[in-house]
């Protein structure tokens, strides 16, 4: 029963990060239809982000989060602006394509300027799990946790509640009839995309305590990614929180009553059921 | 021109290694027809029937590992091994077609990714089969005697000419494909896959002829690559890089061109492998950048542009 419970928290813990990942993907492709494969790198560059806030900024990696939030949006901004915006039109086969060049490219010169070494943070006062009711959190994952829990819900309200979030809403489920609202609908897709972007970047930095950080490291998450998306239905928020939440169970209880060798197989198993009997995800709200 | 072209072509791949010398040059070569074979399979499949698959690396690990155990654990020579390597990859291709190809475009793309995870991680916990992620070795090929000569394995020219009559092939059968009923049921599929079904085409059998013929020629290279290596681990030959690495050769070369791969490989590979003797990592970088000039100003490729170029002046 304890290590029910205990793969159940870890589980949780773990899957709050992915859904702020799978968010940022979903957002991006509710407005522009495009699959950004170079996803995985923001969270990649977020990582790196906390890795060298230390010693460059000298502050904690997870109050970096702030300073790296703000210019992941910027250069959000800047690469759809100079880089997707031209290719957007052209198709999601092509985007699919170009944003796999991006990827390439980002790991590549990250792996040029730094090396190819798996690299760790160390927390002083992350030593030893909290152990709550007898349950071990470990420190780094539950303050990650509830910062993106904070994140993800000023994001929900964000969308929900403020005119530029109705907007992005609007775009994403009929571009053409928010046009017809006198909605913006090229700016959206700029905000759309920096946004997404700041998100992957931010949920980057709350992931690196707890993860080995190696420039390719995008390659994996991404995949993850597409998996806790699809599972909560394309395009769909509330999906992909969703799928977050259970890629994350189902890793950690898989590892405990499957094998740990194949806990990331369980995950695409899954993707693979849910795309070709519910392509429009678990709960049936995505699009396809 | 192409009377001239195509023969002058031959005779030059197969003079090759006399005209150029230098252990690295060589190898240059031998990686660069390795990956015109590969780029030449995902274009089957990606150029022809516009079938996206990210999961390319799948087909050149079963090949490599065919070759591999086949070798070691029964004793079967890699130059049977190989061709026994396609056809077991092109084997594999057919559950997977008919699984993936229920879904279309970026879907699709997505499936073959979760595939070859699949697929990676089997081969990385079957330790019985695969020895895990140790990987496996060869330590010495057969002995073989050419003409009289028995084959210096040390040196890599007969590697080169190995992958010179297997370049040779997949292009070949790239020009073969695109005449047949097969290629034009592809090209169909490509441009409007409900017009296809539409008209009487059977679009689930054409994409899995179409994948299971691109998947025998990323099988060979596996099996050849795992030959030349020598050494193979699933993390090594089942990577998604590999995978995108093909992609990038046949876009960057000209989807849909019969010579596109050959010129993807050139302008690629060689950067990369240069790149790589140089810095040691990151050889990759010029292919993300190729590509997004490529999708950027030349969606049809390098080779597709200049065949255009080609086409107007005569």
Same mark, same amino acid.
């Given at each position: 029963?304890?290590?029910?419970?205990?793969?159940?928290?870890?589980?949780?813990?773990?899957?709050?990060?992915?859904?702020?990942?799978?968010?940022?993907?979903?957002?991006?492709?509710?407005?522009?239809?495009?699959?950004?494969?170079?996803?995985?790198?923001?969270?990649?560059?977020?990582?790196?982000?906390?890795?060298?806030?230390?010693?460059?900024?000298?502050?904690?990696?997870?109050?970096?989060?702030?300073?790296?939030?703000?210019?992941?949006?910027?250069?959000?901004?800047?690469?759809?602006?100079?880089?997707?915006?031209?290719?957007?039109?052209?198709?999601?086969?092509?985007?699919?394509?170009?944003?796999?060049?991006?990827?390439?490219?980002?790991?590549?010169?990250?792996?040029?300027?730094?090396?190819?070494?798996?690299?760790?943070?160390?927390?002083?006062?992350?030593?030893?799990?909290?152990?709550?009711?007898?349950?071990?959190?470990?420190?780094?994952?539950?303050?990650?946790?509830?910062?993106?829990?904070?994140?993800?819900?000023?994001?929900?309200?964000?969308?929900?509640?403020?005119?530029?979030?109705?907007?992005?809403?609007?775009?994403?489920?009929?571009?053409?009839?928010?046009?017809?609202?006198?909605?913006?609908?090229?700016?959206?897709?700029?905000?759309?995309?920096?946004?997404?972007?700041?998100?992957?970047?931010?949920?980057?930095?709350?992931?690196?305590?707890?993860?080995?950080?190696?420039?390719?490291?995008?390659?994996?998450?991404?995949?993850?990614?597409?998996?806790?998306?699809?599972?909560?239905?394309?395009?769909?928020?509330?999906?992909?929180?969703?799928?977050?939440?259970?890629?994350?169970?189902?890793?950690?209880?898989?590892?405990?009553?499957?094998?740990?060798?194949?806990?990331?197989?369980?995950?695409?198993?899954?993707?693979?059921?849910?795309?070709?009997?519910?392509?429009?995800?678990?709960?049936?709200?995505?699009?396809? | 021109?192409?009377?001239?072209?195509?023969?002058?072509? &031959? #005779?030059? =791949?197969?003079?090759?290694? @006399?005209?150029?010398?230098?252990?690295?040059? $060589?190898? !240059?070569? %031998?990686?660069? *027809?390795?990956?015109?074979?590969?780029?030449?399979?995902?274009?089957?499949?990606?150029?022809?029937?516009?079938?996206?698959?990210?999961?390319?690396?799948?087909?050149?690990?079963?090949?490599?590992?065919?070759?591999?155990?086949?070798?070691?654990?029964?004793?079967?020579?890699?130059?049977?091994?190989?061709?026994?390597?396609?056809?077991?990859?092109?084997?594999?291709?057919?559950?997977?077609?008919?699984?993936?190809?229920?879904?279309?475009?970026?879907?699709?793309?997505?499936?073959?990714?979760?595939?070859?995870? &699949? #697929?990676? =991680?089997?081969?990385?916990? @079957?330790?019985?089969?695969?020895?895990?992620? $140790?990987? !496996?070795? %060869?330590?010495? *090929?057969?002995?073989?005697?050419?003409?009289?000569?028995?084959?210096?394995?040390?040196?890599?020219?007969?590697?080169?000419?190995?992958?010179?009559?297997?370049?040779?092939?997949?292009?070949?059968?790239?020009?073969?494909?695109?005449?047949?009923?097969?290629?034009?049921?592809?090209?169909?599929?490509?441009?409007?896959?409900?017009?296809?079904?539409?008209?009487?085409?059977?679009?689930?059998?054409?994409?899995?002829?179409?994948?299971?013929?691109?998947?025998?020629?990323?099988?060979?290279?596996?099996?050849?690559?795992?030959?030349? =290596?020598?050494?193979?681990?699933?993390?090594?030959?089942?990577?998604?890089?590999?995978?995108?690495?093909?992609?990038?050769?046949?876009?960057?070369?000209?989807?849909?061109?019969?010579?596109?791969?050959?010129?993807?490989?050139?302008?690629?590979?060689?950067?990369?492998?240069?790149?790589?003797?140089?810095?040691?990592?990151?050889?990759?970088?010029?292919?993300?950048?190729?590509?997004?000039?490529?999708?950027?100003?030349?969606?049809?490729?390098?080779?597709?542009?200049?065949?255009?170029?080609?086409?107007?002046?005569?």
């Amino acid at each position: 029963m304890d290590t029910f419970i205990q793969s159940i928290v870890s589980g949780i813990l773990t899957g709050s990060l992915y859904a702020m990942i799978g968010v940022g993907l979903t957002v991006i492709f509710g407005v522009m239809r495009i699959i950004n494969m170079a996803h995985g790198d923001m969270v990649m560059l977020g990582m790196y982000g906390a890795f060298l806030a230390p010693t460059f900024l000298r502050i904690d990696p997870f109050l970096s989060i702030v300073i790296w939030i703000p210019i992941a949006f910027i250069v959000g901004v800047l690469l759809y602006r100079f880089l997707l915006k031209n290719i957007v039109p052209a198709g999601e086969l092509n985007t699919l394509l170009y944003t796999a060049g991006l990827s390439l490219f980002i790991a590549n010169l990250v792996l040029l300027i730094g090396t190819g070494d798996y690299r760790t943070i160390k927390l002083k006062y992350a030593i030893m799990p909290l152990r709550p009711f007898g349950i071990a959190v470990p420190i780094p994952l539950a303050i990650a946790f509830g910062m993106a829990i904070l994140i993800t819900v000023a994001l929900y309200w964000f969308l929900v509640r403020t005119d530029t979030g109705r907007a992005i809403r609007a775009t994403s489920q009929e571009p053409e009839a928010a046009a017809l609202m006198g909605v913006n609908v090229d700016r959206m897709a700029i905000i759309t995309f920096a946004l997404g972007t700041a998100l992957a970047c931010g949920a980057g930095v709350l992931l690196a305590p707890s993860l080995y950080l190696y420039p390719t490291v995008g390659e994996i998450l991404v995949a993850k990614c597409f998996v806790i998306v699809v599972l909560g239905g394309l395009g769909s928020v509330p999906g992909a929180i969703a799928g977050g939440l259970l890629l994350g169970l189902v890793e950690s209880l898989g590892a405990v009553y499957v094998s740990v060798p194949y806990k990331d197989a369980i995950g695409f198993v899954i993707f693979l059921l849910v795309l070709l009997f519910r392509p429009s995800g678990l709960f049936g709200v995505g699009k396809s | 021109m192409k009377k001239v072209v195509i023969p002058l072509a &031959i #005779i030059l =791949l197969f003079t090759a290694p @006399w005209i150029v010398s230098g252990p690295f040059f $060589v190898h !240059l070569m %031998i990686m660069v *027809l390795m990956w015109t074979v590969l780029g030449a399979s995902w274009n089957i499949l990606g150029g022809f029937t516009g079938q996206v698959s990210f999961g390319h690396s799948t087909f050149l690990g079963a090949g490599a590992y065919t070759t591999m155990i086949l070798y070691l654990k029964l004793g079967v020579a890699p130059w049977y091994g190989i061709p026994i390597g396609g056809l077991v990859a092109a084997l594999i291709a057919l559950p997977i077609g008919f699984i993936c190809f229920r879904l279309r475009g970026p879907y699709f793309a997505l499936s073959t990714l979760a595939v070859a995870e &699949i #697929i990676r =991680l089997v081969a990385l916990n @079957w330790e019985s089969l695969t020895n895990g992620p $140790v990987g !496996l070795l %060869i330590t010495t *090929l057969p002995e073989v005697t050419f003409w009289g000569r028995s084959i210096d394995w040390e040196s890599k020219t007969p590697f080169y000419y190995i992958i010179a009559v297997i370049a040779l092939g997949a292009i070949v059968a790239t020009y073969i494909m695109s005449r047949t009923r097969l290629g034009a049921y592809s090209l169909a599929i490509r441009e409007d896959i409900d017009s296809a079904e539409a008209i009487g085409i059977n679009t689930v059998q054409a994409r899995v002829a179409a994948l299971s013929l691109s998947a025998f020629f990323a099988g060979v290279a596996g099996g050849f690559y795992a030959m030349y =290596l020598r050494y193979i681990d699933p993390d090594a030959v089942f990577s998604i890089a590999l995978s995108v690495e093909m992609v990038f050769i046949a876009v960057v070369g000209g989807l849909t061109t019969v010579a596109g791969p050959l010129i993807g490989a050139i302008v690629l590979v060689t950067f990369g492998e240069t790149f790589r003797e140089l810095f040691l990592v990151g050889h990759l970088i010029f292919y993300g950048l190729m590509m997004m000039i490529v999708i950027r100003y030349l969606p049809e490729g390098i080779w597709g542009k200049l065949r255009l170029w080609f086409g107007t002046r005569s």
